[in-house]
């Protein structure tokens, strides 16, 4: 059964391609306002997951809803409401900070003053004031996310979908990100779903968390309490106990 | 959508290798004279022949369209267009474009349009520049007639951009769409004056875009409506049906 | 652990090779010389005529190998080209390129080796268009005998040996530009300005009016001219433009070795 009160709700949700399975028979559901935690290693299916929540794949099994709308049906009214920064992506190195902001802004059909104004304010948030009319071929690993973040952003999305948003960034620049995702659920609702296998930056973020490992599940909870019920005091005990477990 | 396009045009137009083709086609424009100033008697009769005028204006036309623009129209909307999609994917700028509510299917649309309406200036504007620097330079030069005759040839310039584009999401490779646009073209080029050399041809040979954008040559000394028109309406449908053929196949891509 | 040699390099880069382009060029060759052979003899005679007056040739043969050299260059300067977009340009803008000169190998090593599959499938294409051409003058007696099957087999390795040289001389560019369809741009001119003598000849003979050299030296239909010559002058321009093609992509490499890779 659905659960509609949540802001994302996956129900066994499967993704095939060919003989080998990316996803198998997940659910779990997120609510309003949340930042979940989405771990799990190196192609253990996070981010095909994701990337089927946007409609970018579809799914073979299963079923979910992001708001409230089915993301087979309605692809494209979840990308109006969503966020995404994928795990591996570039920015078109031609354009400044500020015209591919611009630039992802008409794709939502937003007034074109609105979004001038929405990507001063990101600008602004994120540091970029002096690099903002820079062409973003020379930006550093750290801009770049900066950037990747604003334009995931620039619709004021509900909910925000983030991949591996941490990785290759120095202790600074994570740090920053994480206050920044923290503030963005804190003061404006966003619900973030925060995939990553930096398991110290999930254990910082999330109240609650989603593991996956080789295509499937093996648990969903509030970390506090799968801490309890593994009797293990950190984030990586209570990872490889999971995992263990699940080989066994 | 119309921002998206206008934003993309614009970003297109800074690139430089739109202020590359435009220099060429500078150069083009300066250069035809020069080649024309003194043609032999063989030429002007072959082409008198052909087009049944023996009028130089003729003969100018007939190698600014061969010579130049339809060489232009070979090479320009494979470099502007054979990259559409293809290029965001292989950098991965489309990782984060496809996420947004606009299918790849509209993304192509508006890809496609932009590389157009760049091709489409690039082409207005050695036109306008044209007739402004030949009348000093070519006898009898009618600015008139030229604006009309290459008006036509621009819906051919369009259509070549927008094949060019579908045939980048048809191959899915750049180099592959580059090299299979170059050859497709080429022959085209090679191929879109044989129905005024060879009258026996002229139905079969409107099947030719580029044919259809030259056509305005056998009716230099009385262009009007009902010349150009039918062409331009077969090149806009033409070019309408690549793009959703372009679209529809590029829905079926992943990001 | 040593370093591969640039041989074992070039072996690798050549086995892992998309070979549709040499293929497409292979077949397109053959085809075209066929169409060119079977209906440009169905044009008017006065279009004949104009082509044979324009570049000075004494017949239909002259007329239907100038066409057929066409394809020769157009084929092997185009299936190189597409092959040589990926040596360093394609790879920088998909941000391989570091990975790939992270690895301990030259960087000019890295540039030679990834043009050989480049060069190769320009050359085999043209070789293979360039016998297509001398062959279709052979089955073909009743054109005219203003040019020979050597001759025409020879012209056609001339503009092959030319479009290597071109091919491996734009990699020059490529090193330092970092959009690749810029590049795609540069080769389309070069190639162009390479034919830009014949419509000279076409339209304003007076150029070349005294300075029959001149003519000898930039038209492409001067091949046909000097039919015994280029029997001879086709094979060794194509022996001589490897090591010149090669000394180019040596060149490059060297360029890029200075440069930064990214």
């Given at each position: 059964m659905s659960d509609t009160t949540a802001a994302i709700d996956v129900r066994r949700l499967g993704k095939r391609f060919g003989a080998v399975t990316?996803?198998?028979d997940v659910s779990f559901s997120v609510e309003p306002g949340e930042i979940f935690g989405f771990m799990g290693h190196n192609g253990a299916g996070k981010t095909t997951t994701l990337r089927m929540l946007l409609g970018l794949t579809k799914p073979t099994s299963g079923a979910a809803t992001v708001l409230g709308r089915?993301?087979?049906?309605?692809t494209l009214d979840v990308r109006r409401q969503a966020g995404y920064l994928p795990a591996n992506y570039a920015l078109p190195?031609?354009?400044?900070a500020r015209e591919f902001l611009r630039y992802v802004g008409a794709m939502f059909a937003l007034p074109p003053r609105l979004v001038d104004a929405r990507a001063d304010e990101l600008i602004a948030r994120f540091g970029l004031g002096a690099a903002a009319?820079?062409?973003?071929?020379?930006?550093?690993t750290g801009m770049t996310q900066k950037v990747g973040l604003a334009q995931a952003l620039i619709n004021e999305p509900s909910v925000l979908l983030l991949d591996e948003?941490?990785?290759?960034?120095d202790p600074l620049g994570r740090h920053e990100l994480l206050e920044h995702l923290r503030a963005l659920a804190r003061d404006r609702g966003v619900t973030v779903v925060f995939s990553s296998h930096i398991l110290s930056d999930v254990e910082t973020l999330c109240r609650r968390v989603a593991v996956m490992h080789h295509a499937r599940l093996i648990a969903c909870g509030e970390l506090a309490a799968l801490r309890r019920e593994y009797a293990v005091a950190s984030m990586d005990e209570l990872y490889l106990a999971l995992v263990r477990r699940h080989a066994a | 959508m119309m921002r998206l396009l206008w934003l993309d045009y614009r970003a297109a137009m800074r690139e430089r290798k739109t202020w590359l083709a435009g220099a060429m086609l500078v150069y083009a424009v300066l250069s035809i004279p020069v080649v024309l100033a003194q043609p032999p008697p063989h030429v002007r009769e072959a082409i008198a022949a052909w087009f049944h005028d023996a009028d130089p204006f003729v003969v100018f036309m007939f190698v600014w369209i061969d010579l130049a623009m339809n060489k232009a129209i070979a090479f320009l909307p494979v470099v502007l267009a054979?990259?559409?999609?293809l290029r965001e994917r292989d950098t991965g700028v489309l990782a984060i474009l496809?996420?947004?509510?606009?299918s790849l299917a509209r993304y192509f649309v508006v890809r496609t349009g932009s590389a157009c309406a760049v091709m489409a200036t690039l082409h207005v504007g050695s036109q306008l520049l044209g007739a402004l620097w030949f009348p000093g330079q070519v006898?009898?030069?009618r600015p008139g007639v030229f604006l009309a005759a290459m008006s036509l040839h621009l819906f051919a310039a369009v259509c070549a951009t927008a094949c060019a584009a579908t045939l980048a999401v048809a191959t899915g490779r750049r180099g592959a769409s580059a090299l299979l646009s170059l050859m497709i073209f080429g022959i085209l080029v090679g191929m879109a004056l044989v129905g005024f050399y060879q009258p026996a041809w002229q139905t079969a040979t409107l099947a030719n875009p580029f044919t259809l954008g030259a056509l305005s040559l056998g009716h230099l000394g009385a262009l009007g409506p009902g010349v150009l028109l039918p062409p331009m309406l077969a090149l806009t449908a033409l070019t309408v049906i690549t793009i959703a053929a372009g679209a529809r196949l590029a829905g079926r891509m992943e990001a | 652990m040593s370093i591969p040699t640039l041989s074992a390099l070039a072996a690798a880069e050549w086995r892992h090779a998309p070979r549709r382009a040499l293929l497409l060029g292979a077949v397109a060759g053959p085809i075209m010389i066929a169409l060119t052979h079977l209906v440009l003899?169905?044009?008017?005679a006065r279009v004949i005529d104009f082509m044979r007056r324009g570049f000075i040739l004494d017949d239909l043969a002259g007329v239907l190998v100038l066409n057929d050299l066409m394809a020769v260059y157009f084929l092997a300067f185009f299936i190189g080209l597409a092959g040589s977009l990926g040596v360093v340009l394609m790879a920088r803008e998909e941000h391989r390129l570091e990975i790939l000169l992270?690895?301990?190998?030259r960087p000019g090593d890295f540039v030679a080796a990834r043009c050989v599959p480049a060069l190769a499938g320009a050359g085999i294409v043209g070789v293979a268009t360039a016998v297509a051409c001398g062959l279709a003058v052979a089955v073909h007696?009743?054109?005219?005998?203003?040019?020979?099957s050597a001759g025409t087999l020879g012209a056609g390795l001339f503009l092959t040996a030319l479009a290597l040289v071109l091919v491996a001389g734009m990699q020059l560019l490529f090193v330092r530009l970092r959009d690749p369809f810029l590049g795609l741009l540069l080769a389309c001119f070069a190639w162009l300005a390479t034919c830009i003598p014949a419509a000279v000849l076409l339209y304003r003979p007076d150029v070349f009016q005294g300075r029959p050299r001149l003519a000898d030296a930039l038209v492409m239909s001067s091949l046909l001219w000097h039919d015994a010559t280029t029997s001879w002058l086709g094979p060794l321009a194509l022996v001589l433009a490897l090591p010149l093609a090669w000394l180019l992509v040596r060149a490059a490499g060297a360029l890029l070795a200075r440069a930064d890779a990214l």
């Amino acid at each position: 059964m659905s659960d509609t009160t949540a802001a994302i709700d996956v129900r066994r949700l499967g993704k095939r391609f060919g003989a080998v399975t990316a996803v198998d028979d997940v659910s779990f559901s997120v609510e309003p306002g949340e930042i979940f935690g989405f771990m799990g290693h190196n192609g253990a299916g996070k981010t095909t997951t994701l990337r089927m929540l946007l409609g970018l794949t579809k799914p073979t099994s299963g079923a979910a809803t992001v708001l409230g709308r089915d993301i087979v049906r309605d692809t494209l009214d979840v990308r109006r409401q969503a966020g995404y920064l994928p795990a591996n992506y570039a920015l078109p190195p031609d354009m400044t900070a500020r015209e591919f902001l611009r630039y992802v802004g008409a794709m939502f059909a937003l007034p074109p003053r609105l979004v001038d104004a929405r990507a001063d304010e990101l600008i602004a948030r994120f540091g970029l004031g002096a690099a903002a009319d820079r062409k973003l071929r020379g930006f550093s690993t750290g801009m770049t996310q900066k950037v990747g973040l604003a334009q995931a952003l620039i619709n004021e999305p509900s909910v925000l979908l983030l991949d591996e948003p941490t990785s290759g960034l120095d202790p600074l620049g994570r740090h920053e990100l994480l206050e920044h995702l923290r503030a963005l659920a804190r003061d404006r609702g966003v619900t973030v779903v925060f995939s990553s296998h930096i398991l110290s930056d999930v254990e910082t973020l999330c109240r609650r968390v989603a593991v996956m490992h080789h295509a499937r599940l093996i648990a969903c909870g509030e970390l506090a309490a799968l801490r309890r019920e593994y009797a293990v005091a950190s984030m990586d005990e209570l990872y490889l106990a999971l995992v263990r477990r699940h080989a066994a | 959508m119309m921002r998206l396009l206008w934003l993309d045009y614009r970003a297109a137009m800074r690139e430089r290798k739109t202020w590359l083709a435009g220099a060429m086609l500078v150069y083009a424009v300066l250069s035809i004279p020069v080649v024309l100033a003194q043609p032999p008697p063989h030429v002007r009769e072959a082409i008198a022949a052909w087009f049944h005028d023996a009028d130089p204006f003729v003969v100018f036309m007939f190698v600014w369209i061969d010579l130049a623009m339809n060489k232009a129209i070979a090479f320009l909307p494979v470099v502007l267009a054979s990259t559409v999609l293809l290029r965001e994917r292989d950098t991965g700028v489309l990782a984060i474009l496809a996420a947004k509510p606009l299918s790849l299917a509209r993304y192509f649309v508006v890809r496609t349009g932009s590389a157009c309406a760049v091709m489409a200036t690039l082409h207005v504007g050695s036109q306008l520049l044209g007739a402004l620097w030949f009348p000093g330079q070519v006898e009898n030069f009618r600015p008139g007639v030229f604006l009309a005759a290459m008006s036509l040839h621009l819906f051919a310039a369009v259509c070549a951009t927008a094949c060019a584009a579908t045939l980048a999401v048809a191959t899915g490779r750049r180099g592959a769409s580059a090299l299979l646009s170059l050859m497709i073209f080429g022959i085209l080029v090679g191929m879109a004056l044989v129905g005024f050399y060879q009258p026996a041809w002229q139905t079969a040979t409107l099947a030719n875009p580029f044919t259809l954008g030259a056509l305005s040559l056998g009716h230099l000394g009385a262009l009007g409506p009902g010349v150009l028109l039918p062409p331009m309406l077969a090149l806009t449908a033409l070019t309408v049906i690549t793009i959703a053929a372009g679209a529809r196949l590029a829905g079926r891509m992943e990001a | 652990m040593s370093i591969p040699t640039l041989s074992a390099l070039a072996a690798a880069e050549w086995r892992h090779a998309p070979r549709r382009a040499l293929l497409l060029g292979a077949v397109a060759g053959p085809i075209m010389i066929a169409l060119t052979h079977l209906v440009l003899p169905l044009f008017p005679a006065r279009v004949i005529d104009f082509m044979r007056r324009g570049f000075i040739l004494d017949d239909l043969a002259g007329v239907l190998v100038l066409n057929d050299l066409m394809a020769v260059y157009f084929l092997a300067f185009f299936i190189g080209l597409a092959g040589s977009l990926g040596v360093v340009l394609m790879a920088r803008e998909e941000h391989r390129l570091e990975i790939l000169l992270a690895k301990p190998i030259r960087p000019g090593d890295f540039v030679a080796a990834r043009c050989v599959p480049a060069l190769a499938g320009a050359g085999i294409v043209g070789v293979a268009t360039a016998v297509a051409c001398g062959l279709a003058v052979a089955v073909h007696p009743d054109i005219g005998d203003s040019v020979s099957s050597a001759g025409t087999l020879g012209a056609g390795l001339f503009l092959t040996a030319l479009a290597l040289v071109l091919v491996a001389g734009m990699q020059l560019l490529f090193v330092r530009l970092r959009d690749p369809f810029l590049g795609l741009l540069l080769a389309c001119f070069a190639w162009l300005a390479t034919c830009i003598p014949a419509a000279v000849l076409l339209y304003r003979p007076d150029v070349f009016q005294g300075r029959p050299r001149l003519a000898d030296a930039l038209v492409m239909s001067s091949l046909l001219w000097h039919d015994a010559t280029t029997s001879w002058l086709g094979p060794l321009a194509l022996v001589l433009a490897l090591p010149l093609a090669w000394l180019l992509v040596r060149a490059a490499g060297a360029l890029l070795a200075r440069a930064d890779a990214l």
